[in-house]
């Protein structure tokens, strides 16, 4: 069956500028995930949805940073007035629920100049 | 503060013996631990994984081994083949309900490269 999918595969924007990242999870996956992996570190866990409502935000870096899943499928990371630290390769990973293993899109690598 | 440390940016073995990649952590409340495997170009990719009330779970020639008094563990491949040359990720879970992968912390990762 399909995997997670992200779109777009590549993201170069302009500082300052609002970006959209896109995560289709496995179709039935009620738990997404979303990382963010800077050069030479692993992921790190950014915000994560059971169903349409964010159960935990805690890893969000500050309010530019925003993820919805309206309809508990597709989610849309938004990050407004973006920064050159904020390039990295964003991570989309689904579950089946909270007990069942994390399955990684491939991720949109977004740079920021 | 890094919470799970993967000491060994890189490891070199020759195809056929084993590799051992290592993970420590800090955490002593996380239960649950996990080895990806990543490609370039691609997301991590589950490999295997331990609750902490194992020491050992075994999967084809994956082997992961927990020690918690010493808040270690390490993974096994025997053999390394050249297939396996990726960059392994070590990640640590607190769950709530037992089993549970929760908000995985990841490692920075181990590159293994595999010799023909």
């Known amino acids: 069956g399909a995997g997670v999918s992200q779109t777009p595969s590549n993201k170069v924007t302009e500082k300052g500028k609002y970006v959209e990242l896109r995560c289709d999870p496995i179709s039935g996956h009620t738990a997404l995930y979303w990382y963010r992996q800077s050069l030479g570190q692993g992921p790190e866990f950014l915000i994560y949805?059971?169903?349409?409502?964010?159960?935990?935000d805690s890893g969000l870096p500050n309010d530019r940073f925003f993820a919805v899943r309206p309809e508990g499928s597709v989610s849309t990371l938004k990050i407004q007035r973006t920064e050159r630290g904020d390039s990295a390769v964003y991570l989309c990973?689904?579950?089946?629920?909270?007990?069942?293993?994390?399955?990684f899109g491939p991720g949109t690598r977004l740079t920021v100049l | 503060d890094q919470q799970v440390k993967q000491n060994s940016p890189s490891l070199s073995v020759q195809e056929g013996r084993i590799s051992i990649l290592n993970c420590d952590y800090t955490n002593s409340m996380f239960d649950y631990f996990l080895w990806y495997k990543k490609y370039p170009a691609e997301g991590p990719t589950f490999l295997i994984s331990i609750s902490s009330i194992k020491d050992k779970n075994e999967d084809g020639r994956f082997t992961v081994f927990l020690n918690k008094s010493a808040k270690h563990l390490s993974l096994h491949i025997v053999p390394s083949q050249p297939g396996d040359s990726a960059v392994y990720f070590c990640a640590a879970s607190v769950s709530e309900s037992g089993g549970s992968q929760g908000n995985l912390i990841f490692g920075k990762g181990t590159k293994l490269s595999v010799k023909p």
């Open positions: 990973a689904s579950s089946s629920g909270e007990t069942d293993t994390q399955y």
């Open positions: 949805f059971q169903g349409t409502g964010a159960a935990d």
